[in-house]
């Protein structure tokens, strides 16, 4: 079987990208013929056509998306593995989660872990976040958040919430179904990015900040399905209603597999004690 250089895949991320030698060229700083040369090199050595070529442009074959998909995620192996390597002594573990999300979980862990660094971010970062090396650990959620690659600990399962303006209607119930909050014609369910980053169709908002998100309950122009625990970043306008048939969702700890570090094994110990 060949091997692959960092290089050579690094090349062909550029192209398969661009979808055109001369721009993946200037992107990487070479000229145009070596580049065109490591990329038939490489097909030759794989046994592939990876890139369709015509008088029209430059096309991805099926192989082509499978390497180009692997080849990134190998490259932020590495990056991130040069990362870990000069931060293991210069900085604390760095947990990263969610903003707003787990707030009594992470309330915990912290108070019977050791010297730990807590990221916030916004919906869905965790995951590059914990790839490229910036972080170590990382509190996430099935099935919403992307796990792929990832060791993880099931740490609760919990049932989820409506998050309503307090003025609305169903705000007084105690408990709701799903089909009754997501057929709110009023009240459209806002829409998160998915783990491709794009949007599922649906007359809600685009959201990607939980500010942005709150602001826009408040305003009686959407509302949300969360986990119960996410409920701490909610505004005195908000109301939050169980929603009785919606999902469970599973809280886990996750962190890279090749990650063996003492700090990380700390962390999942104590995390286990909390069951």
Not at 87 to 112: C, F, I, Y
Not at 146 to 158: N, S, Y
Not at 227 to 238: L, T, V
Request: hydrophobic share 45%; net charge negative.
């Amino acid at each position: 079987m060949p091997d692959l250089e960092t290089r050579e895949l690094r090349y062909f991320v550029a192209v398969a990208e661009e979808l055109h030698f001369g721009r993946a060229a200037d992107r990487l700083g070479i000229a145009q013929p070596p580049l065109s040369r490591a990329i038939r090199q490489l097909e030759h050595r794989l046994g592939v056509q990876l890139l369709d070529r015509d008088r029209r442009g430059v096309a991805l074959t099926d192989p082509g998306r499978v390497l180009l998909r692997e080849a990134k995620l190998a490259l932020d192996a590495i990056t991130a593995a040069a990362r870990r390597t000069r931060q293991a002594a210069a900085r604390p573990l760095v947990l990263v989660t969610k903003a707003g999300a787990s707030h009594d979980l992470l309330q915990r862990l912290l108070a019977v872990a050791g010297d730990v660094e807590v990221l916030l971010c916004e919906v869905g970062e965790q995951a590059g976040l914990l790839r490229d090396g910036t972080a170590d650990v990382a509190i996430m959620h099935r099935p919403y958040d992307d796990l792929a690659g990832f060791d993880t600990l099931d740490l609760f399962v919990e049932g989820q919430v409506a998050i309503l303006p307090a003025t609305h209607p169903l705000a007084a119930r105690s408990q709701l179904t799903f089909a009754e909050v997501r057929d709110v014609p009023d009240l459209p369910i806002a829409r998160w990015p998915l783990l491709d980053g794009t949007y599922p169709p649906g007359p809600g908002p685009e959201v990607r900040t939980q500010s942005k998100l709150a602001q826009l309950v408040a305003l009686g122009k959407t509302l949300l399905v969360i986990p119960a625990s996410s409920r701490a970043w909610q505004w005195p306008e908000h109301v939050a209603v169980p929603v009785v048939d919606a999902p469970d969702v599973t809280t886990v700890l996750a962190w890279q597999p090749g990650n063996r570090s003492e700090a990380v094994a700390a962390l999942v110990r104590a995390a286990e004690g909390l069951h």
